[in-house]
Structure formats: C-alpha cells, structure tokens
C-alpha cells in the first residue's frame, strides 16, 4: 500500500518560514502529480501548489511569491517552502499525489501563524 508521509508542520509566528516535506516510494513517484492543499477550520479544502512530473507548477493565488513547491524524483519527495506566513495561511495542509489511477492522500500536518 502506498503511503505518503508528511512532516514540518508546526506553530511560528506571522513573516516566518516554515518547510514541508512529504515521502512517498520511489517505485511510483514518478507517476505521479504532487500536490499540497489545505484546509482551514469550516472551510473547504483547497489546492495551494502541485507540480508534474517534468517540474511544472501551479501555485493558488494567495500563495504567489511566498510559497515555492519542489520535488525530488530520485528521493521521492516532495517539499513546499512557506514563507512570509499569516495568520490566513493557518490550516492543516495535506500531502496529495495523484495519477490516472490512483488519489492518494497524507495523514496531514498543522501550520498554524500566530503572534
């Protein structure tokens, strides 16, 4: 069974930086497109940033130019550098890697921007 493991979340204060990692198996990360989303109490979940396979990105409006979304084909991971966090970007943020087959979701991890 393919799990994907997320890690960096965490509690930091608002213009501050935080990184998030996301593993998944090596064996079948190049199938698919990575993606972290979020969601925000009593809001619905949302994309905030995917990349393909071959590097290309997509980033939700609020995000631009703070957030920056990388992955590692030979490592199998894909990370999301947040910086200049506010309070807004408060939310649990999910792991996401999906192909023609399959959707699959982490665990998720909190980010919470408070001073």
């Known amino acids: 069974q393919v799990q994907l493991v997320e890690s960096g979340g965490g509690l930091v204060q608002p213009g501050e930086s935080l990184r998030l990692s996301c593993a998944v198996s090596?064996?079948?990360?190049?199938?698919?497109?990575m993606g972290w989303y979020r969601q925000a109490p009593g809001k619905q979940r949302e994309l905030v940033a995917s990349?393909?396979?071959?590097?290309?990105?997509n980033y939700v409006e609020s995000v631009k130019g703070r957030f920056t979304i990388s992955r590692d084909n030979a490592k199998g991971t894909v990370d999301l550098q947040m910086n200049s966090l506010k309070p807004e970007d408060t939310a649990a943020y999910y792991c996401?890697?999906?192909?023609?087959?399959?959707?699959?979701w982490g665990q998720g991890t909190q980010v919470t921007v408070s001073s």
């Open positions: 090596r064996s079948i990360f190049n199938s698919f497109v």
């Open positions: 996401n890697a999906r192909s023609i087959a399959r959707n699959l």
């Open positions: 990349i393909t396979v071959g590097g290309s990105t």
